[in-house]
Antibody, heavy 119, light 113 residues
């Protein structure tokens, strides 16, 4: 069974940092691109970033470019999102999801981890 | 960036009746070399992550009931629920995966009338 389990969220002050993790199981992790999507509770979905199979290519939404860094460890079946210089508007649930190719639909999603940025 | 819009924002449909959701992209998401529309539809129920229903604009994901169908090409797309069931109450999103950032529509909330 495909599973994606996010962790690492929490309450952080503006300007702070967190490292979000997403552990994958039930499929060949290194064969998939991984994505991060966020959602303010009660609001819509916003694509944040993705990383290719071997971690050599990453793409970011303009709103997080320069502040967020996506990486992966295929030996640990884990994708990370380092979120720095956090702003109140980064408050959201962060989901990881997979695609078989870069330009493809997101076929499995994790349950998400909540990030709250507040003083 | 490709901007996705959806209409209506919300709709209420009687059980067994048809629900239709529209999605429009600010530029074509049709890739001419393979004639595929890089457009997916997702369903999100409260407290759950989104679940893909339709991809390539009209291909139903495995396990998705056949009352869900997708149509359209280029910039205009439609998700149809042919006979609304109680379990279909959710928010529905379209997403383009033609070019990064892979933007979503704002969502359409479907309720029972």
């Amino acid at each position: 069974e495909v599973q994606l389990v996010e962790s690492g969220g929490g309450l952080v002050q503006p300007g702070g940092s967190l490292r979000l993790s997403c552990v994958a199981s039930g499929f060949t992790f290194k064969s998939y691109y991984m994505h991060w999507v966020r959602q303010v509770p009660g609001k819509g979905l916003v694509w944040v970033s993705n990383i290719n199979r071997d971690g050599t290519t990453t793409i970011y939404a303009d709103s997080v470019k320069g502040r967020f860094t996506v990486s992966r460890d295929n030996a640990k079946n884990t994708v990370y999102l380092q979120v720095n210089s956090l702003r109140v508007e980064d408050t959201a649930i962060y989901f990881c999801a997979r695609t078989i190719r870069g330009n493809y639909h997101l076929d499995y999603w994790g349950q998400g981890t909540r990030v709250t940025v507040s003083s | 960036d490709i901007v996705m819009t959806q209409s209506p924002d919300s709709l209420a449909v009687s059980l067994g009746e048809r629900a239709t959701i529209n999605c429009k992209s600010s530029q074509s998401v049709l890739y001419s070399s393979n004639n595929q529309n890089f457009l997916a539809w997702y369903q999100q129920k409260p407290g759950q992550p989104p679940k893909v229903l339709i991809y390539w604009a009209s291909t139903r994901e495995s396990g998705v009931p056949d009352r869900f169908s997708g149509s359209g090409s280029g910039t205009d797309f439609t998700l149809t629920i042919s006979s609304l069931q109680a379990e279909d109450v959710a928010v529905y999103y379209c997403q383009q995966y033609f070019s990064a950032p892979f933007t979503f529509g704002p969502g359409t909330k479907v309720d029972i009338k």
